[in-house]
């Protein structure tokens, strides 16, 4: 990623200040409440206790507004669609599965806007709020894990799987053949890899880039892909999808960007990155790489510092991959 291209976002060169101040930072982002349940407790984060160590990061309140935040994010890049796969459209009920659903946003927005048709998200904790639309489900369930038998769905949905998953061919050879004949996967995940297109940072330089690799190279310790967004088209494809369609969209880390949106969804991946730091490395690099918590929160805190420079142009990807279950040959019964 570190090779000269071509420059894709633009430069906004009328702010002359040297680093993001606080009030500026919070101006790009609300709080955004969720439900809470249990747990286990480590180094002052709560962790999931079903299948317990599974996944590294925390799931308490601070990291549920976090993950609402991150949809917001999702959201604006997608131009406000909760989803870019098509779905049928003669008004019959749908069936849908949201894999690993986290705090269930996405979950109940689409039971909202389809709600002759049954949404079903799971995920390992159950931080769902008690009170959801009537034809919502949640399920507490691991998905790697052998699937159970159940109804064929109409779109499963997986977002946010980075670090989290050993076994990328078999989670979506269990999602194909669980979806009908005709239906679609759409995958949202991230290139966690930070990198700018006019070299106003390396990882020898700027701790938020350095930060990237380390989280990527414990990742990889575990054999949880921590980058897995530029894999999802060639996953797809080879678990026998069609019509597979992939966007890449490139994510400013700061308010540095010339177009007003871009601007915006920057300002807010700056909160939300800064507020991910100890959540995502305080359980990766304890567990993972032996560093002491102590050690993390020295590391945490030059990344915060760095990530005040304005002048480095960082940027990150969120890829979206859209694919169909073939159709069921002529005189063939849907399975």
């Not at 389809?114 to 008690?130: F, H, R």
């Not at 998905?143 to 076994?167: C, N, V």
């Not at 088209?233 to 992939?246: I, P, S, Y």
Request: glycine share 6%; proline share 7%.
């Amino acid at each position: 990623m570190a090779e000269a291209q071509e420059i894709t976002v633009g430069v906004d060169n009328r702010d002359e200040d040297s680093s993001y101040g606080d009030d500026e930072v919070r101006s790009y982002t609300t709080s955004l409440s969720s439900s809470v349940e249990r747990y286990t407790w480590e180094n002052g984060r709560r962790y999931h206790s079903f299948r317990e160590g599974a996944y590294n990061f925390p799931n308490d309140e601070g990291e549920q507004d976090r993950l609402d935040l991150v949809h917001h994010v999702t959201l604006m890049l997608l131009d406000d669609k909760l989803h870019l796969a098509p779905l049928p459209t003669d008004g019959r009920p749908l069936r849908i599965l949201d894999v690993a659903c986290g705090t269930g946003i996405w979950t109940m927005d689409l039971a909202d806007k389809l709600p002759n048709s049954v949404v079903i998200g799971n995920d390992l904790s159950p931080i769902q709020p008690k009170w959801v639309p009537p034809n919502v489900h949640f399920e507490v369930d691991d998905i790697e894990d052998q699937w159970p038998p159940r109804e064929p769905f109409d779109l499963i949905h997986m977002r946010y799987l980075l670090a989290s998953i050993k076994d990328w061919p078999r989670l979506l050879k269990q999602a194909y053949d669980q979806l009908k004949p005709g239906a679609y996967i759409e995958l949202q995940d991230y290139n966690t890899d930070a990198y700018t297109e006019d070299g106003s940072a390396t990882s020898e330089n700027h701790a938020f880039i350095k930060f990237c690799d380390v989280f990527n190279a414990a990742c990889d310790k575990i054999g949880r892909n921590g980058s897995p967004g530029k894999h999802l088209k060639g996953w797809a494809e080879d678990a026998g999808f069609v019509n597979v369609q992939h966007r890449c969209f490139p994510i400013p880390l700061g308010p540095w960007a010339r177009d007003p949106k871009l601007k915006q969804i920057g300002g807010i991946h700056l909160v939300s990155m800064r507020d991910a730091l100890e959540a995502v490395l305080l359980g990766l690099l304890t567990r993972v790489e032996g560093w002491s918590p102590e050690e993390v929160s020295v590391f945490v805190a030059q990344i915060k510092n760095d990530m005040k420079k304005k002048g480095p142009h960082i940027l990150q990807e969120l890829h979206v991959v859209w694919a169909q279950k073939p159709e069921a040959p002529t005189g063939t019964a849907a399975t």
